[in-house]
C-alpha cells in the first residue's frame, strides 16, 4: 500500500485536518523528535487505497531579514531592499538570497 504524507504548518492544524479527512478514524502517535505527532488513516487517493500519514513542523522553518547594512533610517522603502532568506534551524545549514521582485 502506498503512502501519502501530508505537512501543515502547526501540529493543531494537522490533528485537525486528519481528523477532517478521515472523519474521525485516524489514529496519532508522537513523531520521532517527541514533539509533533503523526496522524494516520487509510483512504482513496487517485484511485488508489493509500495509508495517509499527516504531521507537521514544530518551530520557525524560515525566516527572512534584510541582506547586510540596511536599517530603518527612516528614509528608505523597504519595498525596495533585497531580502535573506534563511532556515531557523542550526541542524540545517543552508542559506539563499530571494531576488529584488
Excluded: W
Excluded at 15 to 39: E, M
Amino acid at each position: 500500500m502506498r503512502t501519502v504524507l501530508m505537512v501543515a504548518e502547526k501540529p493543531s492544524l494537522a490533528q485537525s485536518i486528519a481528523k477532517i479527512l478521515s472523519k474521525g478514524s485516524c489514529t496519532s502517535r508522537k513523531g520521532l523528535n517527541g514533539a509533533c505527532s503523526v496522524h494516520e488513516y487509510s483512504g482513496s487517493f487517485q484511485g488508489q487505497t493509500v495509508r495517509f500519514k499527516m504531521t507537521s513542523v514544530c518551530g520557525h522553518v524560515m525566516s527572512l531579514d534584510f541582506t547586510g547594512g540596511y536599517h530603518h533610517t527612516g528614509s528608505c522603502s523597504f519595498f525596495l531592499l533585497p531580502l535573506m532568506v534563511f532556515c531557523c534551524s542550526k541542524s540545517i545549514n543552508f542559506i539563499f538570497f530571494e531576488k529584488k521582485k
